[in-house]
């Protein structure tokens, strides 16, 4: 089987920390860029953080730079996304992805999880 199953959301409070995990099962997980989208209630699918084959190469939008951090252990199968100072537009169902692309900003993506909850209070 293929799966990527996404853990750690929650209620926070803003300011707060939460880490979000992603665990990968039934594919080479070290040769797939792994990347985070959020989706927010009534808001389009966004782009948050992306982590390329190796882990050297990192890519993340405006609105999480210096506060969200992307990393993955291949021989876990799992990347992680770190989020400090999180505020209340962060609130979103967050979700992980793999891309067999080398590009940290994949084309097209071949797996999907199926998402966790992170909502942050005012």
């Known amino acids: 089987q293929v799966q990527l199953g996404e853990s750690g959301g929650g209620l926070v409070q803003a300011g707060g920390s939460l880490r979000l995990s992603c665990a990968a099962s039934?594919?080479?997980?070290?040769?797939?860029?792994m990347v985070w989208f959020r989706q927010a209630p009534g808001k389009e699918r966004e782009f948050v953080a992306s982590?390329?084959?190796?882990?050297?190469?990192?890519r993340y939008a405006d609105s999480v730079k210096g506060r969200f951090t992307i990393s993955k252990d291949n021989a876990k199968n799992t990347v992680y996304l770190q989020m400090n100072s999180l505020k209340p537009e962060d609130t979103a169902i967050y979700y992980c992805?793999?891309?067999?692309?080398?590009?940290?900003?994949?084309?097209?993506?071949?797996?999907w999880g199926q998402g966790t909850q992170v909502t942050v209070s005012s």
């Open positions: 992805a793999a891309s067999k692309s080398m590009l940290t900003n994949p084309p097209y993506y071949d797996y």
């Open positions: 982590i390329s084959w190796s882990g050297g190469s990192t």
């Open positions: 039934g594919i080479t997980f070290s040769k797939y860029t």
